[in-house]
């Protein structure tokens, strides 16, 4: 969450933010009470309320029409995209993912924030539950981004979580932490 609220600083309320996946999270509701005008997207809907949070219970392809946003986040969520892990329907060999990254795109305004987290080791990976992407796919998937940050949280023992560099890896398994920017 820190990273979010670091990423999104610049922002001036009353930005248009879009939180996919953000069932689990009080991100949306802290962003909506910092001025924002927010948009969950989730097919398990969203419990939390507040005058400038709107939520819509459906995927991402299905969310209709609407604004274009000037930030999109996706905390800890793309890597579970079409696999099941949480009652969705499992697509086979498409990677949702991959999809839902050229939609989040689509949403945004040119110039436009995503803040991604999504798990990463030095070789990926994926089981029922989530994938684990390596830094190098990370990379290819956000090629048509303009890459503001790329940092990674390591984990050093089961307990120990160190800030480093993708470059540096003070361990073997972390979550990458991106700023990316749309660059149309």
Not at 9 to 34: F, N, W
Not at 56 to 66: D, I, K, N, Y
Not at 78 to 91: C, D, K, P, R, T
């Amino acid at each position: 969450q820190p990273y979010v609220f670091g990423a999104l600083s610049r922002l001036m309320p009353p930005a248009r933010i879009l939180d996919v996946g953000g069932s689990e999270s009080t991100i949306a509701l802290s962003l909506a009470g910092l001025g924002h005008q927010v948009h969950v997207v989730d097919p398990r809907g969203y419990q939390l309320k507040h005058p400038l949070l709107t939520a819509s219970a459906v995927t991402l392809e299905q969310l209709e029409g609407g604004p274009r946003f000037d930030a999109a986040i996706a905390v800890s969520v793309l890597e579970h995209f079409g696999l099941g892990a949480y009652g969705q329907s499992g697509a086979g060999d498409e990677r949702l993912d991959r999809i839902a990254l050229g939609a989040i795109q689509q949403r945004l305004e040119p110039g436009g924030l995503l803040i991604l987290t999504v798990p990463c080791a030095a070789s990926p990976g994926v089981d029922e539950f989530q994938r684990v992407y390596s830094l190098d796919e990370l990379r290819e998937m956000l090629a048509g981004w303009e890459l503001v940050d790329l940092s990674v949280v390591w984990r050093r023992d089961r307990v120990t979580w160190v800030r480093g560099t993708a470059h540096e890896p003070p361990g073997e398994a972390g979550v990458a932490l991106v700023t990316a920017r749309h660059p149309g």
